[in-house]
């Protein structure tokens, strides 16, 4: 991927899943890496294994915890390039089953969470920097029983189209990336506690399949490539034409 080489790229939500194929995918470019999470970043940092690396405990509902992970980068390379706000949570739940603590839990860590970073990351990016947020096939509609998590989708994908608009003039590139399901170890979770319907899900995507972490981690690293250079304010889809006939599910249907 162009000019990813000796970029500073921090990566919220870093521990694993999503976040952790994409520190790889940005490793194997040659970037700089600071791994962000709530836990177990130390071990994060040790099976990455990248020779330009360091890792940040924190929680990116606290202002204080990003500003920390920047004023890391600040000291070790000078700034930040991109960031990837791949931090994230969901509860599936019908609404009268969902708590009010639960919905505010996912509004805070998936759409709160990403505006903080962009926030404390802003002074530390110049011309030609780059946020790429994890959106969701699911902030394109509605599903039963994730209302809170189709909300928290929809909020990053325009909040993705805001900041493009008012960061453009610096040279701030703006993306989000919106999979389908992901077999990350969330999902695994949701399969064996058998509430995600995995046959349901791959069947809608024209691919019949889930996507591949690398297949994410690929599509965030060419977002924050100069060969993205011109795309900003985009929400890409990594859902194998899961949403390409504009309906997400059928009333009755649960995931």
Not at 31 to 52: I, Y
Not at 78 to 105: N, Y
Not at 117 to 144: D, F, K, Q, W
Not at 223 to 237: H, T, Y
Request: include cysteine.
């Amino acid at each position: 991927m162009r000019d990813l080489a000796g970029k500073r790229v921090l990566v919220t939500g870093a521990k694993q899943g999503i976040g952790f194929a994409i520190a790889e995918r940005f490793r194997d470019e040659g970037a700089r890496l600071c791994l962000f999470g709530r836990s177990g970043m130390d071990a994060a940092l040790a099976r990455l294994g990248a020779a330009d690396a360091l890792a940040v405990t924190g929680d990116v509902t606290s202002e204080a915890d990003l500003d920390t992970a920047v004023g890391e980068m600040i000291r070790a390379w000078g700034g930040v390039d991109v960031l990837v706000t791949a931090a994230g949570v969901t509860h599936i739940a019908a609404m009268d089953k969902l708590t009010p603590a639960q919905f505010r839990e996912v509004m805070d860590i998936n759409v709160t969470g990403s505006w903080l970073a962009v926030r404390a990351c802003l002074p530390a990016m110049g011309e030609g920097a780059s946020t790429i947020m994890l959106g969701s096939v699911y902030g394109t509609g509605g599903a039963p029983d994730r209302s809170a998590y189709c909300a928290s989708k929809g909020a990053v994908h325009n909040l993705v189209r805001a900041l493009a608009m008012e960061l453009g003039p610096r040279g701030i590139r703006v993306n989000a990336v919106a999979p389908t399901g992901v077999r990350t170890p969330m999902v695994e979770d949701l399969i064996e506690r058998g509430i995600y319907d995995l046959a349901g899900v791959s069947g809608r995507a024209a691919l019949n399949r889930l996507a591949t972490l690398e297949e994410v981690a690929g599509a965030c690293a060419f977002l924050a490539s100069g060969d993205a250079s011109m795309i900003s304010g985009a929400i890409l889809p990594v859902d194998g034409g899961w949403t390409a006939n504009g309906f997400i599910l059928g009333r009755g249907e649960r995931t």
